[in-house]
C-alpha cells in the first residue's frame, strides 16, 4: 500500500508566480490535511479537506491561498502570486474515514522556494 | 486545546533506552496523546498514540500516567536512526476539526 504522496517534492518559483502542490492520500484514505512548516520552526496546520469539502480552513491565509480536493484526483494546494515568505515546506496528511481519532499518515513534503 | 510541554533536546547512548517526557496537564477525558517524529525535515512519522493505557507497537512504548497529566515515550533499543525530533500531540478539535497541533518538541540525539 504506497504511502501518501507529494508532487513535486521541490518546486522554485519566482515572485509573483503561481505555485500549485499535489497530493495523492493513501489508498482508502478520503480526509486530507495541509500543513506548513517554514525554516526552523514547527509545523503549523493550515487546511483540512474531505472530498469535495473543506471543513476547516482555519489555518489558511486569508489571500493567495486555496485548497481543493475533487472528487477524483489529487488535492491541490495553490498559492497565486508566491512571495519569499511562502518559501517553507508543504506537508500533506491523509486519514480514512471514520472516527474523530483516526491517525494522520504524512507525505515526504513539497519544499517551494521562491526566489 | 490542550497543550504539551517537552524538554527541547535530550541526547541517549546507542543501544540504551530512551524516554521522552510530555507533559499534558490540561488534556480533557476523551483526547488522545499521539507521538510523531520527524526526521533531518522528512515528513512527520507516526509512532504510537494512547488514551489512558500504555501501549506497545513495534516502533516504541507510550506510557500515560494514571490521572493523564503527563506520559513518556519510549524507545527500548534507540540506534543512531532514531535521532530526530519527537513531537507530543493531544489530539484536539471535535468532530470535522481534527487538526494536529505540533509544538517545538524535543530534538533526541542518539550518541554512538
Known amino acids: 500500500n504506497a504511502g501518501v504522496m507529494q508532487n513535486p517534492r521541490h518546486l522554485v518559483r519566482r515572485r509573483g508566480q503561481e505555485a500549485r502542490l499535489r497530493c495523492s492520500p493513501m489508498?482508502?484514505?478520503?480526509?486530507v490535511y495541509w500543513y506548513r512548516q517554514l525554516p526552523e520552526e514547527g509545523l503549523k496546520f493550515m487546511v483540512y479537506?474531505?472530498?469535495?469539502?473543506?471543513?476547516?480552513e482555519s489555518g489558511m491565509p486569508k489571500e493567495r491561498f486555496s485548497a481543493e480536493f475533487p472528487k477524483e484526483g489529487p488535492s491541490i494546494l495553490r498559492i497565486q502570486q508566491v512571495v519569499r515568505g511562502d518559501s517553507a515546506a508543504y506537508f500533506c496528511?491523509?486519514?480514512?474515514?471514520?472516527?474523530?481519532?483516526?491517525?494522520?499518515?504524512f507525505g515526504p513534503g513539497t519544499r517551494l522556494l521562491v526566489l | 486545546d490542550a497543550k504539551t510541554t517537552q524538554p527541547p533536546s535530550m541526547d541517549c547512548a546507542e543501544g540504551r533506552a530512551a524516554n521522552l517526557p510530555c507533559n499534558h496537564s490540561t488534556i480533557s477525558g476523551n483526547e488522545y496523546v499521539y507521538w510523531y517524529r520527524q526526521i533531518h525535515s522528512q515528513g512527520p512519522q507516526y509512532i504510537i498514540h494512547g488514551l489512558k493505557n500504555n501501549e506497545t507497537n513495534e516502533m516504541a512504548s507510550l506510557i500515560i500516567t494514571e490521572d493523564r497529566k503527563s506520559s513518556t515515550l519510549i524507545l527500548p533499543h534507540a540506534t543512531l536512526r532514531d535521532t530526530a525530533v519527537y513531537y507530543c500531540i493531544v489530539r484536539v478539535g471535535q468532530r470535522g476539526a481534527q487538526k494536529l497541533v505540533f509544538g517545538q518538541g524535543t530534538r533526541l540525539t542518539i550518541n554512538p
Open positions: 479537506l474531505q472530498k469535495e469539502n473543506i471543513i476547516d
Open positions: 489508498k482508502g484514505h478520503s480526509h
Open positions: 496528511a491523509s486519514s480514512p474515514p471514520g472516527g474523530i481519532q483516526e491517525t494522520q499518515y
